[in-house]
Nanobody, 116 residues
Framework: VQFVESGGGLVQPGGSLRLSCAAS????????MSWYRQPPGKGRELIAS????????KYAGSVRDRFTISRNNAKNTIYLQMNSLKPEDTAVYYCNTVTPYRTGTWGQGTQVTVSS
């Protein structure tokens, strides 16, 4: 199992970024997937989830109406469109299935820094 996150960077408050996560080593098209993030000095938190078909989406209150999760099963990839970014969105962002204890692994993550 492998996850490769990309697309992070430094952005000003109010800006946008699009993250990507390429997954391999398991049945991606039948797996519900999630984005997680770990702010500096804090624990990892779940922020968005998408079912295997993309029919159902869920968001944490802190990102709802600003972030959009999507997926492309043909490319074994999920995405996170992040708009109206705030300094408190600064974190390392990770993807995994909705049951990361079953995959037993995490990618290297991608750093998002929101600062003027």
């Amino acid at each position: 199992v492998q996850f490769v996150e990309s697309g992070g960077g430094l952005v000003q408050p109010g800006g946008s970024l699009r993250l990507s996560c390429a997954a391999s080593g398991f049945s991606f098209s039948t797996s519900d997937m999630s984005w997680y993030r770990q702010p500096p000095g804090k624990g990892r938190e779940l922020i968005a989830s998408i079912t295997n078909t993309g029919a159902s989406l869920k968001y944490a209150g802190s990102v709802r109406d600003r972030f959009t999760i999507s997926r492309n099963n043909a490319k074994n990839t999920i995405y996170l469109q992040m708009n109206s970014l705030k300094p408190e969105d600064t974190a390392v962002y990770y993807c995994n299935t909705v049951t990361p204890y079953r995959t037993g692994t995490w990618g290297q993550g991608t750093q998002v820094t929101v600062s003027s």
